[in-house]
DNA sequence: AATGAATGAGGCTTCATTCAT
DNA sequence: TATGAATGAAGCCTCATTCAT
């Protein structure tokens, strides 16, 4: 062992990547930690203290990572959506290749569905913040594009070639995708999941 | 006698009469405030304090009237929703009386599609309150009953006979108007809203 | 029955005597329920929306008896003190008459642990005033008053001609019961009353 | 190797040690504060922010070392007992020993008269206390377990092999003891400490 | 004499943020 | 980089008291 390895926390300063991993391993960790209290708790009832010791760091520390609440927010929001994008999108594209529509369809629509039930925290925490921070510009104009990204995919499945025609179709069904996101969340238990999924591929498979 | 001893009650307490007016008065001015406030700021980022100052009261009085912040909300949610049905519902069933499902249906959403802009506190309010409030479970109590009895409503109007049969049809349509008033009330003035409702009603009236 | 009665609260004003028999009741129920509250919840934390409440009148109308909260408290306590001394020491002095020393003792404190359970209010809220309103000069003045009298009552009592030359031996008699209420009433039902008061009877029977 | 990368721990937060005697000093600190406010002015009557102020802190910074004012109010009870039985009880024991129970006693005596006029808050806290807070149900359970090893030790001083046969006499001391407190607290410099004193020594010593 | 709506000061508490170390 | 003591503003709520009626 050398003397180095041994006082590595009092002697030497880290090497600059090794700096890095950790503020980036530790950005991630505190993210992760404060997306599942926003999400369960709420924005306003969650603190940064909360989020600093469950993360196990200092609350001073937290500001060495994020300038201000709102900036963590921020930034869990675009985690948030950057994360749905690499799972649900992906996979999205992954399965519906070479597939008909109508199967495309009701892949997506079981992807949804199964994103929903999976990554609770991600959905809910999206739904309640696009309503709730109407005094957060700049997370209302993230959560703006967002949804807006999001009818464009829709619309891009339905009709790769003019993707504008569908837009309104591609947004009703955006709709009906988040609307019951929304009831299931707030109904709970009692929602009856299953039956409405199946009746949405039902409907949309035998529409397009 | 003088005039004074025949109105010797003109120094009596106001009448009962006079107070409940005073009481009703005040209830509904702070509701109807505390609605838009909550409704735009969020709940709780409106203190108690705006509330008061905007309805021109003291601080004190508004614990006069609730006995506490959360109690004002229930009061706020209640107040939205009988307003909701006082307008929308009754409207509703007063329309589509004697019309063919499609007009009926077709009625319903333009009503819908009023409401959202018109009342579009109260929409955003619920949307907002059935997401951000995982720790009051009063509030979620009610929004739960709430979102169950439009489900009742619209599966009534499309089968009212055998309403349970048509359940996750009318779940689908409710998650389709909500998830619509979601979207709009996010993206705001660039979001199409005619072009989404003239849409939604060819669909549904080519199908029922 | 006459017109006047009928209506006696509308038409004409309550004849003068009619008037002030309403006001001492009245007032000697304000205080009563007063003197019930500061005893089991404490001066502090008992409103005078409470006592206007509980005495079946106005808020308002307490003012029309008592100046302030803390004028109320001194009432109380001379009502108190009146109270006691009308039942205490009147019976005291009834009983001690034509008795020995020894039986006028045993007699006394006969009476005073008599009084201690039952009229439990009254002497908790001496004691506890007696120690809380350091800062209301007036009712530390009429409680140090209320402490001397009694000093001097057992000192006569023990010594009719010459009291002053037993006052330590009345303030240490004095201060026993007056820590015996207090033990008693901190400790509650385990603390052995009986076994007290007989051990106090005979320790001071084989003295005096 | 520059100054600031041999001395790098120089930023590194305050040991722990550091931190640990800050939180003592504070807590002390705050603990005496309180103590003297809370014996002179009474609990209800002082405020956090009076307390906060005397002790040169603020009032945020209380809550890092009190959870509330009640919490607070506990600590500065044990603390006053504890202070209590390091000064008095073991002093007490200290010289008793060897010695006949008449010296013990009177020992015993002089040492609770000297407590009670240079720890005057202590004493005037307890017994204020104890009949203040009915409704802070710890603090009383507190007072309640004082009230009965004080009876406990004065029994055992009276007679170690059976202090059971001596309860009753022991709680008339002890009520004795605490008599006279609360009557010097009331009372004030009129209250001639000295001859109850020299009287009470006289009793107990001729008694045992 | 009587009511209760209304006020406003003050109390307890929380929490984002700063800063010395 | 890291800590947590410290601050101060702001929030919710209570309550004695006043006042129009």
Do not use: C
Not at 20 to 35: G, S
């Amino acid at each position: 062992m050398t003397e180095r390895s041994v006082k590595n926390n009092i002697m030497a300063p880290r090497s600059e990547q090794e700096n890095e991993n950790i503020r980036n391993k530790r950005t991630t960790e505190i993210i992760m930690v404060a997306l599942e209290l926003f999400a369960t708790k709420g924005y306003h009832s969650t603190s940064i203290s909360k989020i600093a010791q469950q993360a196990g760091i200092s609350k001073g520390l937290m500001y060495n990572y994020f300038s201000s609440k709102e900036d963590l927010l921020k930034e869990v929001v675009l985690f948030s959506y950057k994360k749905a994008s690499d799972t649900l999108l992906e996979k999205m594209q992954a399965e519906i290749q070479h597939k008909s529509l109508k199967d495309a369809i009701k892949t997506v629509i079981e992807l949804f569905f199964e994103m929903m039930t999976e990554n609770a925290h991600i959905w809910k925490l999206s739904i309640s913040l696009s309503m709730q921070v109407t005094d957060m510009p700049d997370i209302q104009t993230i959560m703006s594009k967002i949804f807006s990204e999001a009818f464009q995919r829709i619309a891009f499945l339905l009709n790769p070639e003019n993707p504008e025609i569908v837009e309104a179709e591609a947004r009703i069904i955006a709709a009906t995708l988040d609307g019951i996101a929304l009831h299931y969340y707030v109904i709970g238990e009692s929602y009856d999941l299953d039956a409405v999924k199946n009746k949405l591929i039902e409907n949309l498979t035998n529409k397009f």
